[in-house]
């Protein structure tokens, strides 16, 4: 009688055990997951933001051109182009300034003001 108590018992404990261990786990699966779409998103907007560095300084090297021009941007309407996660907002008077904002599932997440200087006419 008394081995079939403490078999329970140590059973009711292994079960509490692999309980605790499964918890723990998810705990941590989910903790890796997250932690692996952060950096993916890191990565991404890292890289977007090097190309927004990399378009302003374009524009520097042709302050004549469009952003349509220079970069197949699409244009949405008068001095305003997108190319994909970047919109070009872009107006010309006596000095072409504008900015590029970059932006990640609907949320604006930076802007890059940009001053070309004067308007050439080749």
Same mark, same amino acid.
């Given at each position: 009688m008394k081995s079939? =108590?403490?078999?329970?018992? !140590?059973?009711?404990?292994?079960?509490?055990?692999?309980?605790?261990?499964?918890?723990s786990a998810t705990v941590c699966v989910s903790?890796?997951?997250?932690?692996k779409e952060r950096q993916e998103t890191a990565s991404y907007l890292e890289a977007a933001m090097s190309e927004a560095q990399s378009m302003i300084e374009t524009m520097q090297a042709y302050p004549s051109q469009t952003p349509q021009q220079l970069f197949d941007a699409v244009?949405?309407?008068? =001095?305003? !182009?997108?190319?994909?996660?970047?919109i070009i907002?872009?107006?010309?008077?006596?000095?072409?300034h504008g900015e590029v904002i970059l932006y990640h599932q609907e949320e604006i997440i930076s802007r890059f003001p940009f001053v070309l200087g004067g308007i050439h006419d080749e």
């Open positions: 079939k =108590g403490h078999s329970f018992s !140590y059973l009711m404990e292994l079960i509490i055990v692999i309980f605790f261990f499964i918890i903790l890796v997951v997250k932690a244009k949405k309407d008068d =001095g305003t !182009y997108q190319l994909d996660n970047l907002e872009w107006s010309q008077d006596e000095f072409v």
